[in-house]
């Protein structure tokens, strides 16, 4: 897909929210899903890889009784997989009938991927189903879906960090940059 830019010789890395941004903005998101869970338990489905380390922080912010589960999808943006469609290649471990759901996204970008397993969980009866998104790239688009919390929405930027790659690294930078190829000299 042309979002992902080639792999730059060097890489500039600019700060877009920094670890204490990021921090504020997810107390901040766990407050209003605990405040609208209004005591009930809920599930949380975290979308592997990019939203392990937003489902760990976003967990520990929502203080109610909650359980983890995961599901991770075939990248259509591989290159691979020319159809736009996206596999599950990895599906829930625990049945959610009767569970309120959060879907717990690191980036809410074409929403083909969060169409798909929107779908995909509505057909296992969940009692509802919400979606918290750390970032939102509403002008990229493809498909209609919200995500009910939203931790920031950002420009058509490549970013990484805080759980998102480039080619599998970065996802371990404690905070949210945006990669940009130097041209060279
Ligand atoms: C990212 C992100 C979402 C998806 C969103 O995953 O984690 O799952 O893209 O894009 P969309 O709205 O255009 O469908 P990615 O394919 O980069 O895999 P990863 O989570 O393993 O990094």
Not at 28 to 43: A, C, N, P, W, Y
Not at 75 to 87: M, P, W
Not at 139 to 151: C, T
């Amino acid at each position: 897909m042309p979002d992902q830019p080639e792999f730059p010789a060097t890489e500039n890395l600019r700060v877009l929210f920094s670890r204490q941004q990021i921090h504020a903005r997810v107390q901040q998101m766990g407050r209003q899903i605990r405040e609208d869970l209004r005591g009930e338990s809920v599930v949380l489905v975290g979308v592997l890889k990019g939203a392990a380390i937003f489902l760990a922080d976003l967990a520990r912010a929502i203080d109610v009784d909650c359980t983890f589960d995961f599901v991770a999808v075939s990248s259509y943006k591989s290159g691979t997989n020319s159809s736009g469609a996206v596999q599950l290649i990895k599906d829930l471990a625990e049945p959610i009938e009767g569970r309120h759901i959060i879907v717990v996204e690191d980036i809410l970008d074409t929403g083909i991927t969060l169409s798909f397993l929107q779908s995909h969980f509505e057909r296992h009866k969940p009692r509802s189903i919400r979606i918290a998104a750390l970032l939102d790239k509403p002008s990229r688009r493809l498909q209609p879906i919200q995500a009910h919390y939203i931790g920031f929405s950002i420009p058509n930027e490549f970013v990484i960090g805080y759980g998102m790659d480039f080619a599998e690294r970065y996802r371990n930078l404690p905070d949210i940059r945006i990669l940009e190829p130097i041209p060279p000299k």
